[in-house]
């Protein structure tokens, strides 16, 4: 009997090398690219970042000559304006760390583009418009002027990144204005400055009851801007070319250690630039409300300014929802707080000024940017052009006033 005769399997030498080399090829991209995460995302790159060893010089520097100014009381203004131009070089680059860092962490944890503006950099940004209020607020019973200081400031920022710095952005880069976020967040800051104004108006101060109301409108809507992150992110996704898939250089580790750093030097750097802005001030003899709705308005705002710029060649929607954001932080969250401290009230020195001149520009100024945002949705250069010269004339105003040419 025969027996059958079994064939052996046929081995394919050209199957088998093409699966070795595709192995070999995946394994070698997988090391490659933990390498590449290795390399770009460690710390110790960061560390070693041209950019944050200048950020650190900036910063020793103008501490040593505030030190040896104030130990040796120097009021040169010539002095003064050299440590401001070195304050807003640290304020620039500050701002930068923490954009990339904000973003970086908001992006990961999957937040739309605009809510990051609205939320992570509005509010690190009005972080020294709340630490102006909060200390004039807090030691106001020495000098009650300082009241006028802590409103000229809030009303002063607000006006200033509306209208100077929203036109300095429009002028570098026009944009792109989505109606969401008018109807959303728009509208909600002038509701803010209003409801600010009339409580200020009905009783001729800021009581603690009405600085936690003002706290806890801020934090409702923070509360429901975070809340509807998901549909804010669908929305962009549809009209702004999508939310940016970024490649993440860095860990999450290095993105934090930027928010930190960032926001640590920004507010520095801020106080210093303000202090040394008021100081000029004073020698000039110019009103504590002046001071606040021009130098300290114009100083707190410049963080606004640098991230704005910053952000707007990178994300409109972070650009947008950071000037909108600190707009209604400012008289919501910082002035509120400064309530909570010490209820404030105008000095009848500065009553009219602050009443009948800083209050109406900045409702004014405020209308005119909604206006324009409202009309084609979209910011074009000499509609920046126009609210730069808006702020040009409110501070000619100011003069004037002061001169007595303007009796209120």
């Given at each position: 009997?025969?027996?059958p005769?079994t064939?052996?399997?046929?081995i394919?030498?050209h199957?088998c090398c093409?699966d070795f080399?595709?192995?070999?090829k995946?394994?070698?991209l997988t ?5 590449e995460?290795a390399q770009?995302?460690g710390?110790?790159a ?6 944050l060893?200048i950020?650190f010089?900036l ?10 100014t ?5 009021t040169?203004i010539?002095?003064?304006i050299v440590?401001i ?6 304020l ?11 973003k970086g962490l908001a992006?990961?944890a ?5 809510v990051?503006g609205?939320t992570?950099v509005?509010?690190g ?6 630490l102006?209020t909060?200390t ?6 020495n ?21 100077l710095v929203?036109?300095?952005v429009?002028?570098?880069k026009p944009l792109?204005i989505r109606?969401a976020?008018l109807?959303?967040?728009?509208l909600?800051?002038?509701?803010s400055v209003v ?15 009405e600085?936690?109301?003002?706290v ?11 809340s ?5 992110r669908e929305?962009?996704q549809?009209?702004?070319d999508?939310v940016?898939?970024?490649d993440?250089?860095?860990t999450?580790?290095?993105?934090f250690?930027m ?5 640590t ?8 630039l303000?202090?040394?802005?008021c ?7 110019v ?6 709705s ?5 100083g707190?705002?410049?963080?606004e ?7 707007v060649?990178?994300s409109q ?20 707080i400064?309530?909570l401290?010490?209820p404030?009230s105008?000095t009848?020195?500065?009553?009219d000024l602050?009443?009948?001149?800083i209050?109406p520009?900045t409702?004014?100024?405020?209308s005119l940017c909604?206006?324009?945002m409202w ?5 074009s250069r ?5 609210l730069?010269?808006f702020?040009?004339l409110?501070i ?6 002061r001169?007595?040419y303007?009796?209120l």
């Amino acid at each position: 009997m025969t027996l059958p005769i079994t064939s052996r399997p046929t081995i394919n030498m050209h199957d088998c090398c093409l699966d070795f080399f595709a192995t070999i090829k995946e394994e070698f991209l997988t090391s490659t690219i933990m390498a590449e995460q290795a390399q770009r995302q460690g710390i110790g790159a960061l560390l070693q970042w041209n950019a944050l060893l200048i950020s650190f010089a900036l910063f020793v520097t103008l501490a040593i000559l505030g030190t040896i100014t104030a130990k040796n009381d120097w009021t040169n203004i010539g002095i003064l304006i050299v440590l401001i131009i070195i304050a807003l070089a640290l304020l620039i680059t500050s701002a930068d760390f923490f954009v990339e860092g904000a973003k970086g962490l908001a992006r990961r944890a999957g937040m739309a583009e605009v809510v990051i503006g609205l939320t992570i950099v509005s509010i690190g940004t009005s972080l020294p418009e709340i630490l102006v209020t909060a200390t004039a607020s807090a030691t106001s019973g020495n000098d009650p002027a300082l009241m006028d200081l802590a409103v000229g400031n809030i009303y002063g920022s607000v006006l200033v990144q509306i209208t100077l710095v929203l036109g300095i952005v429009v002028a570098f880069k026009p944009l792109e204005i989505r109606p969401a976020w008018l109807r959303r967040d728009g509208l909600l800051m002038l509701m803010s400055v209003v409801i600010l104004t009339a409580l200020l108006w009905e009783g001729e101060e800021l009581s603690r009851i009405e600085g936690g109301i003002l706290v806890l409108i801020y934090g409702l809507y923070i509360t429901w801007l975070l809340s509807d992150t998901d549909k804010i992110r669908e929305d962009e996704q549809q009209a702004v070319d999508g939310v940016k898939k970024a490649d993440f250089s860095w860990t999450g580790t290095a993105y934090f250690v930027m928010v930190v750093i960032g926001l640590t030097l920004a507010v520095y750097s801020a106080n210093q630039l303000v202090k040394y802005a008021c100081e000029i001030a004073y020698q000039l003899n110019v009103p504590h409300a002046i001071v606040g709705s021009t130098m300290s308005g114009l100083g707190t705002s410049l963080p606004e300014l640098t991230v704005a710029m910053v952000a707007v060649r990178k994300s409109q929607g972070v650009a947008i929802g950071t000037l909108i954001g600190s707009n209604i932080t400012d008289p919501l969250l910082s002035i509120g707080i400064a309530a909570l401290v010490s209820p404030i009230s105008l000095t009848e020195g500065s009553y009219d000024l602050t009443m009948y001149l800083i209050i109406p520009a900045t409702l004014l100024g405020v209308s005119l940017c909604l206006t324009m945002m409202w009309t084609g949705f979209k910011f074009s250069r000499w509609e920046g052009s126009i609210l730069i010269t808006f702020y040009v004339l409110f501070i000619i105003s100011l003069e004037l006033q002061r001169q007595g040419y303007i009796v209120l």
